[in-house]
Nanobody, 123 residues
């Protein structure tokens, strides 16, 4: 019902920047929270940053001051600008969206995940 397409991952050196984008499409009636998570090898998936429909943001302590999350509601997109990247930021980054959809006469809220995009930061 909802498809998330991520882009922008890649290989960079420490101190450089990357910009991740995620576009949501499908039979979307409304989107509440949009966010980015990451999972490094051998570690649990963790929240990197989130933004709600009112524009309120929250960040993991490890990325505060370096990453910025933003969204374009009209386009159902969320962007993560990552500056001053560190090797410990290396992970697969996943877009997550809490969206309301309609199926027939039913309405419901669900979480949706992107396929993930690899970010690798070399020292």
């Amino acid at each position: 019902q909802v498809q998330l397409v991520e882009s922008g991952g890649g290989l960079v050196q420490a101190g450089e920047s990357l910009r991740l984008s995620c576009a949501a499409s499908g039979r979307i009636l409304s989107i509440n929270v949009m966010g980015w998570y990451r999972q490094a090898p051998g570690k649990q998936r963790e929240l990197v940053a989130g933004i709600n429909s009112g524009g309120r943001t929250n960040y993991a302590d490890s990325v505060k001051g370096r990453f910025t999350i933003s969204r374009a509601n009209a386009k159902n997109t969320v962007v993560l600008q990552m500056n001053s990247l560190k090797p410990e930021d290396t992970a697969v980054y996943y877009c997550n969206v809490e969206a309301q959809t309609q199926t027939g006469s039913s309405y419901g809220w669900n979480d949706y995940w992107g396929q993930g995009t690899q970010v690798t930061v070399s020292s």
